[in-house]
């Protein structure tokens, strides 16, 4: 291969999962991917495919009604592997200098709703400002006051969304 037309590894690292994300079942309208894979999922990780049902089906729901907006949601996180959200993990303790301030950012294994498929990261902003405006029309819910793009399925459709905690750490 021609050396000008190598890709630099990390994007080659986001077209590979993205191919690895882009079955059927994640392509919407005209072949578009309905959820882009963030850089920092492991490869060939089907981070999208194993968030649960029900939370799937309810952000394919906010997506309609968002692009009708104008507005295009991302799913830059979906499910993590226990040792996946574990690196994030030691990388906030590493980046904070204690556990107990790396879990105001990011939660261990045993408690992050990433690792059931219980959540989802959406992006970029200004989508999860609106998501976070409308959100509980499809029972989406921002769970926590310094995440704005963490979601998670916590109210029927049209119900209250629970009041925000201030950070994960208050989950556990």
């Known amino acids: 291969m021609p050396t ?7 994007l080659l690292a986001v077209v590979l999962v993205t191919a690895a994300c882009g079955s ?11 959820f882009r894979p963030a850089v920092h999922l492991p ?12 939370l799937r ?8 009604a968002a692009r009708a907006d104008g507005v295009t ?19 906030a303790v590493q980046k904070y200098g204690s ?3 790396a879990s105001r950012y990011v939660a261990t294994p045993d408690e992050s ?26 029972g989406l819910c921002q769970m926590f006051a310094n995440e704005p793009w ?6 029927s459709p049209g119900g209250t969304c629970p009041e925000m905690l201030p950070d994960s750490s208050y989950r556990g």
Request: no cysteine; glycine share 10%.
């Open 73 to 91: 949601l991302v799913v830059n996180s979906g499910w993590r592997s226990p040792a996946h959200q574990q690196r994030l993990f030691d990388e």
């Open 99 to 101: 556990e107990e301030e």
């Open 4 to 10: 000008n037309l190598r890709l630099p590894a990390a």
């Open 57 to 64: 089906a309810a952000f394919l729901d906010a997506k309609d």
């Open 24 to 34: 059927d079942d994640t392509l919407g309208a005209g072949g578009q991917p309905l």
């Open 113 to 138: 709703a990433h690792v059931t498929g219980d959540a989802l990261d959406i992006g970029p902003p200004e989508s999860a400002a609106w998501l976070g405006e409308h959100g509980s029309a499809y």
């Open 43 to 54: 490869q060939g990780q089907a981070a999208v495919n194993r968030v649960d049902p029900d």
């Open 150 to 155: 963490h979601f998670e399925l916590a109210t």
